[in-house]
């Protein structure tokens, strides 16, 4: 080989990267969110964190509805704080602090399949990519 040749050849040793890191060019990634899976009945026992919920309102929020909760729904004996992937510690931040102050909690984790779209920014008529991944998931129970 000549130096012209070799130096064409693209070097695949790159330590920086990994296969799962790498960016794609000229492609828009869309994330969509999980399939929801809370209703109008479940909405006043329901807290959904995100990585942007702030900790102390999260912890008043549930207070308050741990304290109307007998008036809401009599059934009900919990309320449940459910958060996703990057959320998880701020959900069990707060868990920590409501068991601090003298509730029963109980954590329930999981993976949630969550799909990601990748459309061409180039060809507009081309179709898009679908790829499926799960994300970890975890629902904490409150006690009365």
Do not use: C, W
Not at 11 to 38: F, G, L, M, Y
């Amino acid at each position: 080989m000549n130096a012209n040749t070799s130096a064409s050849i693209p070097s695949t040793q790159n330590s920086d990267t990994n296969s799962s890191s790498r960016r794609i060019e000229n492609v828009t990634h869309i994330k969509h969110p999980p399939p929801k899976t809370t209703t109008k009945k479940t909405s006043k026992t329901e807290l959904l964190l995100t990585p942007g919920t702030p900790i102390v309102s999260a912890i008043k929020h549930t207070n308050k509805l741990l304290a109307n909760l007998p008036k809401v729904s009599p059934k009900a004996r919990y309320v449940s704080l459910r958060a996703l992937g990057k959320a998880i510690d701020r959900a069990l931040i707060v868990a920590v602090q409501l068991q601090s102050q003298g509730k029963t909690v109980t954590f329930h984790t999981g993976t949630v399949t969550v799909v990601d779209e990748f459309e061409s920014t180039v060809d507009p008529n081309e179709d898009a990519i679908l790829k499926s991944r799960k994300v970890s998931s975890i629902e904490i129970r409150v006690y009365l």
